[in-house]
């Protein structure tokens, strides 16, 4: 620790966190529960005389997938090293292959963690349906999705001190829940050494912040004003007051040199006395008078001479009361910019001397009383929040977290599947495969490339090119290698991607990562219905209508005859009324909320069968989708939809 303006103050390391998802996939389906009380209620196996189909339950139905084992994919294992930074350059993670036996390939049962659970969404009686490859292109900016506020020069500071105070309240709800994990898990190792908030800090970090970098910044922060309370350092951090956690000065390197930037400062007598005119920071200790500046003292030194701001943030020790939340009951608060005027080398002892710097808070900013604000911060109740961390118990590659910042409900509980669930008399064939030892090409050699109508439809960094009313990706028949870049949505997510409580659309979900335009996004999975059967379901909220229109010539156009199994039509046996109907059994895909102006499409995928009746639904980018952005793609909302001039579902 350099300097002395924060005693005590709370140190980071690098603390880590043993990241194991929170649990295996494995052969019987698990059961994700907050509240082992909820366990029995909600998973009735479909009744499979009545409806003709049946579900992966029991495990023994023939042509059911079920049970591939795989491993806990390997960045949530004990000591791996975060690489979030560049995730969509992470080479994808292959532990859902298509070479398995056919069958669910792993389900887990969701359940909400809360009695207070409401119903996820206002239900409506009508009939809503999503279509693969029969979405209508609109070409209109309308949507049901209730429009972002236009940012205009007047409204821009309000809109980014709603977004700062957003975030930092999602923080505390993410935070308190990591925290409590951290403790059991230590609590379980009977380890009483390690820091609880810095391991829930560092996962928090790796696995749920947007913002990944470190970057520093100089001078007063949009959305933040004078007089802000925060509950840790981990709070500064985040919205970018003070980023070290090691040292009480932060500084940015400029050119060759440092330039401190911000302060963290215990609370002066001044101070306390309402003046924060004046602070004394005590900087390094030297053996001479003449030894050589060095380090935060130095960059304080350059901040004198060049005259650059300072934020200082004064660390408030809180007596413990009722409402203390925050570790050790210290806060922070933000009190304003200051101007290094004056430094000093002062002698102490005989052979050591102390830089002391003086600084002077300048002009113009809010007064504030730090105790009142203390005071107020304590006094405020508990905010009201739920979060998940992963909502699939370890059945995706990367934890699908929920969160609701809005309220204090847990999602509707439903059983969770990462895989398509086929019908339980239906057996699927695996599709011939191409010879490519060395992976695929476009070469009229690679049969896969021929049923794409001579081409890969992916470019080798695994974007589509766009979409097709099929596509064929390398399947478990073919010889080339699991890398081939002919095998996409197969490979599972590859982005952040969390569910989250909207003001008024119930669920959603939005990307924590930037999504580049063509990459895939998920699958859409639940229980393969026939149509007549989806007609009967209580609740249709969760039907997605393959509706594959392959043959659509309007809509294809040219497209269709470069597909060889599409050119002559539909076959004997071919069907067009199935539905994956989500309801009981889905992936987070379920909560993608509808918008005709989507930034995802959906497409039908075929690789471990060739059944074109059932294909896998796959989402894609449409366009590039920045962190946080929810995502959407257009339902094609016809049966009872009331529909906008430009032909748009409207949700009433
Ligand atoms: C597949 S679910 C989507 C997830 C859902 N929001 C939830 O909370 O579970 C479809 C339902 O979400 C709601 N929804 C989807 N898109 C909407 C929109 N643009 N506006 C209003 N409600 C929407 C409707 O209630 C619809 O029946």
Known sequence: MEGGSVPGAETMTCGRSDGKHASERGANPQVFQLNPAMGKENSPPRDSKSIGFGTCGGGAATGCRKGRKALVPWRFQIGYKRTWSSSQGLSPIINNGSDGPPGTRG??????????????????????????AAQVQTGSASSSVPKEKKITPKNRVSITRESVMASLHEFRVIYKTLLE???????EQEDGTAHDDLGAFQVFRERFCVEHGDKRYEGSLPGVQVGDVFDSNKELFLVGLHRSQESCVDYIKKGRACLAVSIVSYVQHSALNHNLDFLLHVGS???????????????????????????????????LGEHSRSEGDTYYVYGGLYLVEKFCREKITEDQFVNTFHLRRMPGQPHINIQELVKKRMAEPPSNGTFVVDISAGLENIPISAINSV???????????????????YQLEPPSGCD???????????????????????????????EKPLVYECGPSCKCPPTCH???????????????KTKSMGWGVRTLDFIPNGSFVCEYTGELVKDEDAEKTENDEYLFNIGHNYYNVSRWDNLLKTIPSLRSGPQEGEVNDIAVDALKSGNFARFINHSCSGNLFSQNVLYDHDNKSMPHIALFADVDIPPLQPLSYDYNYTIDGVRDPQGCAIYR
């Open 486 to 500: 002919n095998r996409v949505s197969q490979r599972g997510i590859k982005f952040r991607l969390q569910v989250f």
């Open 181 to 187: 994990e951290e403790k059991n898990k230590r609590r």
């Open 407 to 425: 309220s204090n409900e847990y999602p509707m509980p439903f059983s969770y599947i990462s895989h398509m669930q086929y019908p339980i008399n």
């Open 285 to 319: 200790t030297a053996a001479t008078a003449d030894q050589k500046m060095e380090g935060t003292d130095m960059a304080l030194k350059r901040s004198m001479d060049n005259k650059t701001q300072v934020r200082v943030i004064y660390r408030s020790m809180a007596h």
């Open 107 to 132: 389900s887990s049962k969701f359940e909400d963690g809360s009695r207070q659970c409401a119903p996820a969404t206002a239900r409506k009686r009508s009939r809503v349906q999503f279509s693969a």
């Open 436 to 466: 490519c030892v060395g992976g695929c090409l476009n070469s009229p050699k690679c049969a896969c490339a021929v049923k794409n109508g001579g081409k890969i439809p992916f470019s080798k960094n695994g974007r589509t090119f766009g």
